[in-house]
């Protein structure tokens, strides 16, 4: 695969669908900084790097709170001012869910680039 963070985030969904409780993904930065993110927001438990000599992976303990996650592709560029409208496009319903966005104060979320009135790049969204 060439999307590491699009296989990462199926697995974890497809992980969560059929009930289980761990799985494994590919280590990179990228898909660290997402785990951050979702162990911040409670979407997952707890995950932990483990080195096999080839670049490592993740194993990561679920939850059982993810419906739905994904890349966003294209990584479409956000205004500052267009929070909301970006939001009831790729989220269910206000206040249901996160956008993963890049912006040039590292990743987060959209509602912490929201309050800090930045924008950025769209990268995944999870619900």
Not at 45 to 65: A, H, M, P, Q
Request: aromatic share 8%; proline share 2%; charged share 30%.
């Amino acid at each position: 695969m060439v999307d590491h963070l699009a296989d990462a985030l199926n697995t974890l969904k497809t992980h969560e669908y059929v009930g289980q409780r761990k799985c494994t993904v590919r280590a990179t930065k990228l898909i660290g900084a997402v785990l951050e993110l979702l162990k911040k927001y409670k979407y997952i438990s707890d995950f932990k790097k483990i080195e096999d000599g080839r670049g490592g992976f993740f194993e990561v303990e679920l939850d059982g709170r993810i419906n739905n996650c994904g890349t966003i592709k294209p990584r479409f560029s956000v205004k500052k001012n267009e929070w909301p409208k970006t939001e009831e496009r790729y989220i269910p319903a206000v206040g249901v869910g996160l956008l993963i966005v890049s912006t040039s104060q590292g990743l987060m979320t959209n509602l912490e680039a929201e309050q800090r009135k930045i924008g950025g790049k769209l990268i995944a969204y999870v619900y």
